[in-house]
Protein backbone atom coordinates (compact mmCIF):
# COMPACT_ATOMS: atom_id res chain seq x y z
CA UNK A 1 0.00 0.00 0.00
CA UNK A 2 1.77 3.46 -0.89
CA UNK A 3 2.69 5.75 1.86
CA UNK A 4 -0.11 8.68 1.01
CA UNK A 5 -3.32 5.70 1.26
CA UNK A 6 -1.77 4.88 4.49
CA UNK A 7 -1.78 8.13 5.82
CA UNK A 8 -5.22 8.89 4.75
CA UNK A 9 -6.79 5.99 6.34
CA UNK A 10 -4.81 6.92 9.17
CA UNK A 11 -5.94 10.60 9.12
CA UNK A 12 -9.83 9.41 8.79
CA UNK A 13 -9.56 6.92 12.19
CA UNK A 14 -8.15 9.60 14.17
CA UNK A 15 -10.32 11.69 13.50
CA UNK A 16 -13.04 9.19 14.81
CA UNK A 17 -13.89 7.86 18.51
CA UNK A 18 -14.11 4.80 17.40
CA UNK A 19 -10.26 4.50 17.50
CA UNK A 20 -9.62 6.13 21.41
CA UNK A 21 -12.29 3.66 22.77
CA UNK A 22 -10.68 0.70 20.94
CA UNK A 23 -6.98 1.65 22.18
CA UNK A 24 -8.46 2.59 25.63
CA UNK A 25 -9.47 -1.33 26.24
CA UNK A 26 -6.28 -3.09 24.52
CA UNK A 27 -3.99 -1.41 26.38
CA UNK A 28 -6.23 -1.87 29.89
CA UNK A 29 -6.46 -5.70 28.73
CA UNK A 30 -2.37 -5.83 28.06
CA UNK A 31 -2.03 -4.12 31.43
CA UNK A 32 -3.78 -6.06 33.19
CA UNK A 33 -2.83 -9.66 31.88
CA UNK A 34 0.79 -7.92 32.54
CA UNK A 35 -0.13 -7.59 36.16
CA UNK A 36 -1.90 -10.93 36.96
CA UNK A 37 1.18 -12.32 35.06
CA UNK A 38 3.13 -10.57 37.69
CA UNK A 39 1.25 -12.02 40.64
CA UNK A 40 -0.21 -8.85 41.40
CA UNK A 41 3.07 -6.47 42.00
CA UNK A 42 1.26 -3.60 43.33
CA UNK A 43 3.85 -1.45 41.25
CA UNK A 44 2.45 -2.47 38.53
CA UNK A 45 -1.01 -1.48 38.95
CA UNK A 46 -2.84 -2.31 35.42
CA UNK A 47 -4.42 1.66 35.77
CA UNK A 48 -0.72 3.11 35.81
CA UNK A 49 0.91 0.71 33.13
CA UNK A 50 -2.31 1.42 30.47
CA UNK A 51 -2.26 5.19 31.13
CA UNK A 52 1.91 5.18 30.60
CA UNK A 53 0.78 2.95 27.39
CA UNK A 54 -1.37 5.04 26.08
CA UNK A 55 0.59 8.41 26.85
CA UNK A 56 3.35 6.69 24.91
CA UNK A 57 1.20 6.06 22.36
CA UNK A 58 -0.17 9.34 21.84
CA UNK A 59 3.01 11.30 22.34
CA UNK A 60 4.52 9.16 19.48
CA UNK A 61 1.81 9.62 16.61
CA UNK A 62 1.31 13.09 18.03
CA UNK A 63 -2.15 12.73 19.30
CA UNK A 64 -3.34 15.93 21.25
CA UNK A 65 -5.26 14.14 24.30
CA UNK A 66 -8.76 16.23 23.22
CA UNK A 67 -8.57 13.78 20.14
CA UNK A 68 -7.76 10.66 22.38
CA UNK A 69 -10.70 11.82 24.57
CA UNK A 70 -13.47 11.75 21.95
CA UNK A 71 -13.17 8.04 22.01
CA UNK A 72 -11.97 7.86 25.91
CA UNK A 73 -15.16 9.86 27.21
CA UNK A 74 -17.47 6.72 26.45
CA UNK A 75 -15.46 4.51 29.15
CA UNK A 76 -15.27 7.68 31.45
CA UNK A 77 -19.01 8.69 31.44
CA UNK A 78 -19.52 5.13 33.04
CA UNK A 79 -17.25 6.55 36.37
CA UNK A 80 -20.74 7.95 37.29
CA UNK A 81 -23.42 5.50 37.20
CA UNK A 82 -20.51 3.36 39.12
CA UNK A 83 -19.97 6.10 41.69
CA UNK A 84 -24.06 4.99 42.45
CA UNK A 85 -23.14 1.50 42.19
CA UNK A 86 -20.97 1.98 45.48
CA UNK A 87 -24.45 2.07 47.26
CA UNK A 88 -24.68 -1.79 46.54
CA UNK A 89 -20.92 -2.56 48.81
CA UNK A 90 -22.06 -0.19 51.36
CA UNK A 91 -25.62 -1.40 52.07
CA UNK A 92 -24.49 -4.85 51.84
CA UNK A 93 -22.09 -3.74 55.27
CA UNK A 94 -24.56 -2.20 57.00
CA UNK A 95 -24.93 -4.80 59.64
CA UNK A 96 -21.36 -4.37 60.54
CA UNK A 97 -21.95 -0.59 60.56
CA UNK A 98 -24.14 -1.08 63.27
CA UNK A 99 -22.72 -2.23 65.91
CA UNK A 100 -19.48 0.02 65.58
CA UNK A 101 -21.06 3.37 64.24
CA UNK A 102 -19.90 6.35 66.27
CA UNK A 103 -16.14 4.95 66.00
CA UNK A 104 -16.40 4.48 62.78
CA UNK A 105 -18.55 8.02 61.75
CA UNK A 106 -16.00 9.71 64.41
CA UNK A 107 -12.60 8.25 62.09
CA UNK A 108 -14.16 8.75 58.91
CA UNK A 109 -15.33 12.35 59.58
CA UNK A 110 -11.64 12.98 61.15
CA UNK A 111 -10.00 11.36 58.11
CA UNK A 112 -11.65 13.23 55.32
CA UNK A 113 -10.60 16.34 56.90
CA UNK A 114 -7.07 14.97 58.17
CA UNK A 115 -6.31 13.70 54.96
CA UNK A 116 -7.82 16.85 52.63
CA UNK A 117 -5.71 19.26 54.42
CA UNK A 118 -3.01 17.33 55.49
CA UNK A 119 -1.57 16.66 51.67
CA UNK A 120 -2.66 20.33 50.78
CA UNK A 121 -0.44 21.81 53.53
CA UNK A 122 2.44 19.68 52.94
CA UNK A 123 2.41 20.56 49.11
CA UNK A 124 1.67 24.57 49.98
CA UNK A 125 4.63 24.29 52.50
CA UNK A 126 6.97 22.79 49.55
CA UNK A 127 5.77 25.67 47.16
CA UNK A 128 3.47 24.45 45.26
CA UNK A 129 0.79 25.85 43.19
CA UNK A 130 -2.76 26.13 44.01
CA UNK A 131 -4.25 24.78 41.67
CA UNK A 132 -1.70 21.86 42.35
CA UNK A 133 -2.52 22.40 46.23
CA UNK A 134 -6.25 21.59 45.76
CA UNK A 135 -6.01 18.86 43.33
CA UNK A 136 -4.24 16.99 45.80
CA UNK A 137 -7.10 17.45 48.16
CA UNK A 138 -9.22 14.79 47.39
CA UNK A 139 -6.51 12.56 46.61
CA UNK A 140 -7.22 9.75 49.38
CA UNK A 141 -11.11 9.46 47.76
CA UNK A 142 -12.12 7.13 45.33
CA UNK A 143 -11.45 8.39 42.01
CA UNK A 144 -14.76 9.05 40.52
CA UNK A 145 -15.42 11.05 43.65
CA UNK A 146 -11.72 12.42 43.90
CA UNK A 147 -12.23 13.86 40.50
CA UNK A 148 -15.91 15.44 41.20
CA UNK A 149 -14.58 17.17 43.95
CA UNK A 150 -11.48 18.37 42.34
CA UNK A 151 -13.58 19.93 40.04
CA UNK A 152 -15.90 21.36 42.47
CA UNK A 153 -13.04 22.99 44.15
CA UNK A 154 -10.89 24.55 40.74
CA UNK A 155 -8.57 21.57 41.09
CA UNK A 156 -7.29 19.65 37.77
CA UNK A 157 -9.59 16.60 37.59
CA UNK A 158 -7.39 14.60 35.45
CA UNK A 159 -4.48 15.39 37.56
CA UNK A 160 -6.27 14.47 40.75
CA UNK A 161 -7.24 10.59 38.74
CA UNK A 162 -3.30 10.22 38.69
CA UNK A 163 -2.72 11.10 42.17
CA UNK A 164 -5.17 9.22 43.53
CA UNK A 165 -4.15 6.05 41.59
CA UNK A 166 -0.33 6.54 43.38
CA UNK A 167 -2.15 7.38 46.62
CA UNK A 168 -4.07 4.07 46.44
CA UNK A 169 -0.75 2.13 45.63
CA UNK A 170 1.39 4.13 48.15
CA UNK A 171 -1.03 3.15 50.88
CA UNK A 172 -2.36 -0.42 50.11
CA UNK A 173 2.13 -1.14 49.77
CA UNK A 174 2.99 -0.03 53.21
CA UNK A 175 -0.78 0.22 55.29
CA UNK A 176 -0.43 -3.45 56.94
CA UNK A 177 2.90 -2.74 57.56
CA UNK A 178 2.26 0.05 59.16
CA UNK A 179 -0.39 -0.98 61.06
CA UNK A 180 1.50 -3.79 62.35
CA UNK A 181 4.55 -1.48 63.74
CA UNK A 182 1.66 0.30 65.82
CA UNK A 183 0.91 -2.76 67.29
CA UNK A 184 -2.51 -2.76 66.17
CA UNK A 185 -4.01 -6.23 65.78
CA UNK A 186 -7.99 -5.38 65.63
CA UNK A 187 -9.48 -6.10 61.79
CA UNK A 188 -11.97 -3.63 61.93
CA UNK A 189 -9.29 -0.82 62.96
CA UNK A 190 -6.93 -1.62 60.22
CA UNK A 191 -9.60 -1.58 57.55
CA UNK A 192 -11.57 1.41 58.58
CA UNK A 193 -8.10 2.74 58.35
CA UNK A 194 -6.96 1.65 55.24
CA UNK A 195 -10.17 2.56 53.58
CA UNK A 196 -10.03 6.43 54.25
CA UNK A 197 -6.19 6.43 53.47
CA UNK A 198 -5.85 4.34 49.85
CA UNK A 199 -9.67 3.78 49.12
CA UNK A 200 -10.30 0.91 46.58
CA UNK A 201 -6.86 -0.08 46.12
CA UNK A 202 -6.22 -0.57 49.92
CA UNK A 203 -9.67 -1.81 50.45
CA UNK A 204 -8.46 -5.03 47.69
CA UNK A 205 -5.35 -4.93 49.72
CA UNK A 206 -7.21 -5.42 52.61
CA UNK A 207 -9.48 -8.52 51.78
CA UNK A 208 -5.93 -10.42 50.97
CA UNK A 209 -5.75 -9.91 54.93
CA UNK A 210 -9.04 -10.87 55.60
CA UNK A 211 -12.80 -10.47 54.70
CA UNK A 212 -13.23 -8.44 57.91
CA UNK A 213 -10.44 -6.21 57.45
CA UNK A 214 -11.85 -5.87 53.22
CA UNK A 215 -15.38 -5.44 54.30
CA UNK A 216 -14.39 -2.63 56.88
CA UNK A 217 -11.85 -0.64 54.17
CA UNK A 218 -14.96 -0.81 51.74
CA UNK A 219 -17.53 0.62 54.11
CA UNK A 220 -14.28 3.25 54.97
CA UNK A 221 -14.05 4.27 51.26
CA UNK A 222 -17.73 4.43 50.72
CA UNK A 223 -18.55 6.64 53.85
CA UNK A 224 -14.98 8.49 53.51
CA UNK A 225 -16.27 9.35 49.44
CA UNK A 226 -19.75 10.43 51.06
CA UNK A 227 -18.52 12.36 53.74
CA UNK A 228 -15.40 14.40 51.65
CA UNK A 229 -17.77 15.17 49.21
CA UNK A 230 -20.00 17.05 52.19
CA UNK A 231 -17.30 18.74 53.81
CA UNK A 232 -14.32 19.03 51.37
CA UNK A 233 -15.76 21.73 48.76
CA UNK A 234 -17.53 23.70 51.34
CA UNK A 235 -14.63 23.73 53.80
CA UNK A 236 -12.03 24.91 50.98
CA UNK A 237 -14.69 27.27 49.40
CA UNK A 238 -14.46 29.33 53.24
CA UNK A 239 -10.67 29.35 53.68
CA UNK A 240 -10.84 30.87 49.68
CA UNK A 241 -13.49 33.26 50.97
CA UNK A 242 -11.03 34.25 53.96
CA UNK A 243 -8.01 34.96 51.90
CA UNK A 244 -6.10 31.65 53.74
CA UNK A 245 -4.93 29.80 50.21
CA UNK B 1 -34.02 -16.68 10.84
CA UNK B 2 -32.32 -15.15 13.74
CA UNK B 3 -34.67 -12.20 13.93
CA UNK B 4 -37.21 -14.64 14.47
CA UNK B 5 -35.87 -15.58 17.45
CA UNK B 6 -35.40 -12.25 19.14
CA UNK B 7 -38.36 -12.86 22.07
CA UNK B 8 -36.33 -16.05 22.84
CA UNK B 9 -33.33 -15.09 22.98
CA UNK B 10 -33.84 -12.03 25.26
CA UNK B 11 -32.95 -13.99 28.30
CA UNK B 12 -34.10 -12.50 31.46
CA UNK B 13 -30.75 -12.40 32.69
CA UNK B 14 -30.06 -9.59 29.78
CA UNK B 15 -32.59 -7.32 30.83
CA UNK B 16 -32.33 -7.75 34.75
CA UNK B 17 -29.08 -6.27 33.87
CA UNK B 18 -30.60 -3.42 31.56
CA UNK B 19 -33.15 -2.60 34.83
CA UNK B 20 -29.92 -2.32 36.92
CA UNK B 21 -28.18 -0.45 34.13
CA UNK B 22 -31.38 2.21 34.05
CA UNK B 23 -32.12 2.00 37.53
CA UNK B 24 -28.30 3.21 38.29
CA UNK B 25 -28.50 6.16 35.92
CA UNK B 26 -31.86 7.34 37.30
CA UNK B 27 -30.29 7.77 40.38
CA UNK B 28 -27.59 9.54 38.72
CA UNK B 29 -30.00 12.07 36.96
CA UNK B 30 -32.14 12.39 40.13
CA UNK B 31 -28.40 13.22 41.78
CA UNK B 32 -27.16 15.63 39.35
CA UNK B 33 -30.60 17.62 39.11
CA UNK B 34 -30.64 17.81 42.62
CA UNK B 35 -26.76 18.62 43.00
CA UNK B 36 -27.08 21.33 40.10
CA UNK B 37 -27.08 24.14 43.11
CA UNK B 38 -25.03 22.35 45.35
CA UNK B 39 -21.05 21.65 45.81
CA UNK B 40 -21.73 17.93 46.00
CA UNK B 41 -20.74 15.66 43.17
CA UNK B 42 -24.03 14.59 41.03
CA UNK B 43 -23.17 10.94 41.42
CA UNK B 44 -22.20 11.42 45.08
CA UNK B 45 -26.02 12.41 46.07
CA UNK B 46 -27.03 9.50 43.93
CA UNK B 47 -24.99 7.43 45.69
CA UNK B 48 -26.30 8.48 49.06
CA UNK B 49 -30.26 8.07 47.54
CA UNK B 50 -30.08 4.50 46.26
CA UNK B 51 -28.38 3.96 49.65
CA UNK B 52 -31.51 5.56 51.53
CA UNK B 53 -33.62 3.96 49.27
CA UNK B 54 -31.72 0.25 49.94
CA UNK B 55 -31.86 1.22 53.81
CA UNK B 56 -35.90 2.15 54.18
CA UNK B 57 -36.40 -1.36 52.17
CA UNK B 58 -34.58 -3.61 54.67
CA UNK B 59 -34.74 -6.04 51.89
CA UNK B 60 -31.75 -7.82 50.09
CA UNK B 61 -30.70 -5.76 46.92
CA UNK B 62 -32.32 -6.24 43.88
CA UNK B 63 -30.89 -8.80 41.87
CA UNK B 64 -31.35 -6.67 38.80
CA UNK B 65 -28.69 -3.99 40.84
CA UNK B 66 -26.68 -6.12 42.23
CA UNK B 67 -25.98 -7.82 38.38
CA UNK B 68 -25.66 -4.28 37.23
CA UNK B 69 -22.82 -2.99 40.09
CA UNK B 70 -20.88 -5.95 40.22
CA UNK B 71 -20.57 -5.41 36.30
CA UNK B 72 -19.64 -2.17 36.64
CA UNK B 73 -17.29 -2.13 39.95
CA UNK B 74 -15.35 -5.68 38.97
CA UNK B 75 -13.83 -3.20 35.70
CA UNK B 76 -13.99 0.13 37.94
CA UNK B 77 -9.79 0.20 37.15
CA UNK B 78 -10.34 0.38 33.99
CA UNK B 79 -12.71 3.46 33.97
CA UNK B 80 -9.90 5.50 35.22
CA UNK B 81 -8.05 5.26 32.61
CA UNK B 82 -9.22 8.33 29.97
CA UNK B 83 -8.87 10.67 32.99
CA UNK B 84 -5.63 9.12 33.86
CA UNK B 85 -4.36 9.68 30.39
CA UNK B 86 -5.26 13.41 30.73
CA UNK B 87 -2.16 13.93 33.00
CA UNK B 88 -0.13 14.35 29.64
CA UNK B 89 -1.69 17.69 29.80
CA UNK B 90 0.01 18.09 33.24
CA UNK B 91 3.33 17.32 32.17
CA UNK B 92 4.99 20.50 32.24
CA UNK B 93 3.29 20.88 35.88
CA UNK B 94 4.46 17.78 37.46
CA UNK B 95 8.44 18.51 36.11
CA UNK B 96 8.14 21.86 38.02
CA UNK B 97 6.30 20.44 40.94
CA UNK B 98 6.92 16.93 41.73
CA UNK B 99 8.91 17.16 45.29
CA UNK B 100 5.43 18.85 46.78
CA UNK B 101 3.32 16.64 45.30
CA UNK B 102 5.52 13.39 46.13
CA UNK B 103 6.30 14.53 49.41
CA UNK B 104 2.08 15.19 49.92
CA UNK B 105 1.46 11.82 48.52
CA UNK B 106 3.87 10.03 50.81
CA UNK B 107 3.78 11.92 53.95
CA UNK B 108 0.20 12.73 53.64
CA UNK B 109 -1.17 8.88 53.18
CA UNK B 110 1.68 7.90 55.81
CA UNK B 111 -0.09 10.75 58.33
CA UNK B 112 -3.84 9.84 57.21
CA UNK B 113 -3.35 5.98 58.04
CA UNK B 114 -1.66 6.39 61.41
CA UNK B 115 -4.20 9.01 62.51
CA UNK B 116 -6.87 7.19 61.49
CA UNK B 117 -5.92 4.16 63.27
CA UNK B 118 -5.08 5.70 66.34
CA UNK B 119 -8.66 7.57 66.46
CA UNK B 120 -10.50 4.65 65.38
CA UNK B 121 -8.76 1.72 68.23
CA UNK B 122 -9.20 4.61 70.79
CA UNK B 123 -12.74 5.58 69.92
CA UNK B 124 -14.15 1.94 69.34
CA UNK B 125 -12.55 0.75 73.19
CA UNK B 126 -15.02 3.88 74.22
CA UNK B 127 -17.29 2.92 72.91
CA UNK B 128 -17.67 -0.56 73.36
CA UNK B 129 -16.69 0.49 77.25
CA UNK B 130 -19.25 2.59 77.58
CA UNK B 131 -21.95 -0.14 76.34
CA UNK B 132 -20.62 -3.28 78.71
CA UNK B 133 -20.84 -0.35 81.75
Known amino acids: ?245 | MAWKNTKTCVEPMEMTFLHGIALLLSYELLGEAIAFHLPIPGPVLGMAFLFLTLWLRRQPVPESLATASTSLLSHLPLLFVPAGVGVMVHGDRIAAEWLPVLAALIFGTLFVAISTAAVMAATKALWTQSRHA
Open chain 1, 1 to 245: MPESDLASIWVYLSASPLLGLTVTLLAYIAAHSLYVRARQHPLLNPVITSVALLIALLSVTRTPYGTYFQGGQYVHFLLGPATVALAVPLYQQVAKLKSLWFPVVVTVGFGAIASGFSSMAIARVLGASLETQLSLAPKAVTAPVAMGISEQVGGLPSLTAALVVLTGIFGAAIGVKVFELMGIADDSVKGIAMGIAAHGIGTARAFQVSAEMGAFSGLAMALSALFSAAILPGAIGWLIGLGWL
